[in-house]
């Protein structure tokens, strides 16, 4: 008889452990399940973002996004422009004054040139060309007033958990920033500066 209670009381254990072991398998399912949704309701309230101020327009945004066609966009600050007729983002240092292909700073002509009155002409960025690359900004940071500048496009980004642009970026210019903050221009920091 001693042997059927030892048996029974082993089948009882076995029992229990299984349950047990049940119950614990659905408590961390509900426990993770519920800290993915958390981690990502939170992660859409933080974006990716370019400060002009630090960005060194070294390129890296153009071939180190996970996109095939960068998320990173030049965007104007039309506030700071000063409408040139010679824009230091638009022309290659040193050229004619003639908007031939050959004259154009950008390799993708993503900048257009549109003529206002003499002797302004605005400049109008088509993000669809656009690659990020830079060079329309650090020309006209170099010989202009840095109203030309690279925005992580939110639209168009991926938000991905660890951005790899901001990884390589050797001026540590992007950083993740609560989704309901503004972009960051250098024309609305100059404005309120100001005001």
């Known amino acids: 008889m001693e042997k059927k209670d030892k048996d029974k009381d082993k089948g009882y254990n076995r029992r229990e452990f299984i349950n047990n072991g049940v119950r614990l398998t659905l408590g961390l399912t ?27 327009q070294c390129g890296r945004c153009a071939t180190d996004c996970v996109k095939a066609e960068s998320a990173v966009k030049c965007v104007h600050a039309y506030d700071l422009c000063g409408y040139c007729d010679l824009c230091g983002g638009y022309f290659k240092p040193g050229a004619k004054l003639e908007t031939g292909a050959e004259n154009q700073l950008c390799p993708t002509a ?35 007033n840095g109203s030309l500048q690279l925005q992580i496009r939110h639209d168009l980004c991926l938000d991905c958990n660890q951005c790899s642009i901001a990884t390589v970026c ?17 024309g609305d920091f100059i404005k309120n500066k100001e005001g």
């Open 110 to 144: 993503a900048i257009q040139r549109k003529f206002i009155e003499e002797p302004f002409f605005e400049y109008i960025i088509d993000e669809e060309l656009c690659i990020g690359c830079g060079k329309c900004v650090k020309g006209c940071a170099a010989f202009g």
């Open 170 to 186: 050797p001026s540590d210019a992007i950083s993740r920033i609560p989704a309901n903050e503004p972009y960051i221009i250098k």
């Open 30 to 56: 509900v426990v993770g399940t519920g800290a993915l949704a958390l981690t990502r309701s939170t992660g859409k309230d933080y974006v990716w973002q370019i400060d002009p101020f630090k960005c060194t």
